[in-house]
């Protein structure tokens, strides 16, 4: 290994809980690096606003604030290094990160890449987004303008996308699979409450309809298995998440959902590396609890590295 870089922590996704890592890591003076294919923030630089993040009483974009928090690990010394990282050798010694832009090498490693949105598993899906399928109302929805559009899901990212595109397009129409809401009741009255908002309960898609791009949906009740068409200019799909874990799989212990098993000290099944933020076994996925799960990880590192394994 002489005449190889080995950094005292790489942190790999540059999300809120990545860089949160990054900064107490940073500041605690470990030589940090953080790995980030695209650019901060994660999943959160792609929502519009954030509420409920403490100390912006007015809320705060989730691009700036990805920023801000990169600006502040890069303010203690830590690097940014912008890399696709391909695959990991976790158990190595010291742990190895293989990526587009090279090998890099770590003592501890924390993981904080977050989830992906999840597919329907339709027919043309793949084929289709971007014409019409799409996963992020905050990116997409100025593309559907006076348009009719469907939002699929019942949950808080689903309430959101609708009440965020009523604003844009001309009709809403949320299609869920249950004949209530998961999403939290702070969501519900605005909703009930937008006259271009429309409700199709106890009802999944069931077909994208297309031409060169899509037309609309068919519709099957959960109850009857009767289909309906629902022409529209396009669909959101907001089912939730899945946890990026490609890098952990084979190395790390997953769980059914596919998340990296880890209790709040962030410690998975492989000593010195840490999982952060949504991509671990947790109970509530949010900013706050992902940037606590960053200073846990470095916590934990620290009596790592100080115990000299
Ligand atoms: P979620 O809470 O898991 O909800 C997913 C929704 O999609 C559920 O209503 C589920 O139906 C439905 N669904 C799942 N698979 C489906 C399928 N194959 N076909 C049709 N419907 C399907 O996911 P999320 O809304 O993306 O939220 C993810 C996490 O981020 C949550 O912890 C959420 O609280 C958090 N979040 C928080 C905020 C906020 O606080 N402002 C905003 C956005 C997200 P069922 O209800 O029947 O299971």
Not at 246 to 275: F, H, K, M, N
Not at 301 to 307: F, G, M, N, P, R
């Amino acid at each position: 290994m002489s005449g190889t870089h080995v950094y005292d922590m790489i942190v790999v996704g540059g999300g809120p809980g990545g860089y949160t890592a990054a900064l107490y890591a940073a500041r605690a003076g470990l030589d940090t690096l953080v790995l980030e294919k695209l650019s901060a923030g994660g999943q959160m630089a792609l929502t519009g606003v954030i509420d409920n993040y403490p100390g912006y009483e007015e809320g705060i974009d989730g691009f700036t604030l990805g920023e801000k928090m990169q600006q502040q690990a890069q303010r203690f010394g830590a690097k940014t290094e912008y890399a696709q990282v391909e695959r990991a050798d976790l158990t190595a010694s010291p742990k190895v990160l293989h990526t587009s832009e090279g090998d890099f090498y770590a003592r501890t490693v924390a993981l904080a890449t977050g989830a992906d949105p999840r597919q329907l598993g339709l027919e043309h899906e793949a084929a289709l987004t971007g014409r019409g399928v799409a996963y992020c109302a905050a990116c997409d929805g100025m593309r559907y303008k006076g348009k009719t559009v469907v939002v699929v899901g019942g949950g808080n990212s689903a309430a959101e996308d609708a009440l965020l595109l009523s604003r844009i397009a001309e009709k809403v129409i949320l299609v869920h699979r249950r004949d209530t809401l998961r999403a939290t009741k702070v969501y519900h009255q605005p909703l009930m409450q937008a006259k271009n908002v429309e409700f199709r309960w106890n009802s999944t898609v069931a077909e994208l309809l297309h031409d060169d791009k899509l037309t609309g949906v068919k519709l099957r009740d959960v109850n009857t298995g009767e289909e309906t068409v629902l022409p529209c200019d396009g669909v959101f799909i907001s089912v939730g998440r899945k946890p990026a874990t490609q890098l952990a799989e084979g190395q790390l212990e997953l769980d059914a959902g596919g998340y990296i098993v880890a209790d709040e000290t962030t410690r998975t099944s492989v000593p010195g590396v840490y999982a952060v933020g949504d991509v671990r076994t947790k109970l509530l996925r949010q900013v706050v609890t992902a940037v606590a799960d960053g200073a846990m990880a470095v916590h934990m590192a620290e009596e790592y590295l100080a115990s000299g394994i």
